[in-house]
């Protein structure tokens, strides 16, 4: 499969749902899409500013699965229903990360039911879940057994 048909048939699945949680290939393939069309249209802009295109990818899901989630109604109704500034909400389904709240997040997550969803999205992107604090990382050295030689 060439790198244009299984962009194509990535951007099918998309369409058919945005929500769904993408694989290190895809996200490799849609960073890439997005960096050629980025670098083509706009040759002036910095270097690292796509440094963080993966994870606008990965939270790209929790935005749409948000949105699909509240169906009708609409996020100003619903940020007054949950006493959250709607431009808090904003940022969530936007992915802008540096203005997402997590405890926040969480309660709109539950007003929406979509906590397992998260759950799912958590496990299959844990570093980024972990960045923002939607999951919690124990130092790997935690849980394990350290043998000390004894001395004699």
């Known amino acids: 499969m060439t790198r244009k048909s299984a962009y194509r048939a990535l951007d099918q699945r998309l369409a058919a749902d945005p929500s769904t949680n993408l694989n290190a290939t895809e996200i490799r393939l849609l960073n890439r899409e997005l960096q050629r069309v980025l670098v083509l249209s706009l040759p002036s802009l910095p270097a690292n500013i796509l440094d963080r295109g993966d994870e606008t990818i990965r939270w790209h899901a929790v935005g749409a699965r948000c949105a699909q989630a509240r169906g009708a109604r609409g996020i100003r109704d619903v940020a007054v229903a949950l006493g959250i500034p709607?431009?808090?909400?904003?940022a969530i389904e936007a992915g802008q990360l540096a203005e997402v709240r997590i405890?926040?997040?969480?309660?709109?997550?539950?007003?929406?039911?979509?906590?397992?969803?998260?759950?799912?999205?958590?496990?299959?992107?844990?570093?980024?879940?972990?960045?923002?604090?939607?999951?919690?990382?124990?130092?790997?050295?935690?849980?394990?057994?350290?043998?000390?030689?004894?001395?004699?």
């Open 103 to 152: 405890e926040l997040a969480r309660r709109y997550f539950r007003f929406l039911e979509i906590e397992d969803w998260i759950a799912r999205w958590c496990r299959a992107n844990r570093e980024l879940a972990a960045r923002v604090g939607l999951i919690e990382v124990k130092p790997a050295s935690i849980g394990r057994r350290v043998h000390h030689p004894r001395r004699d």
């Open 86 to 90: 709607l431009y808090r909400l904003r």
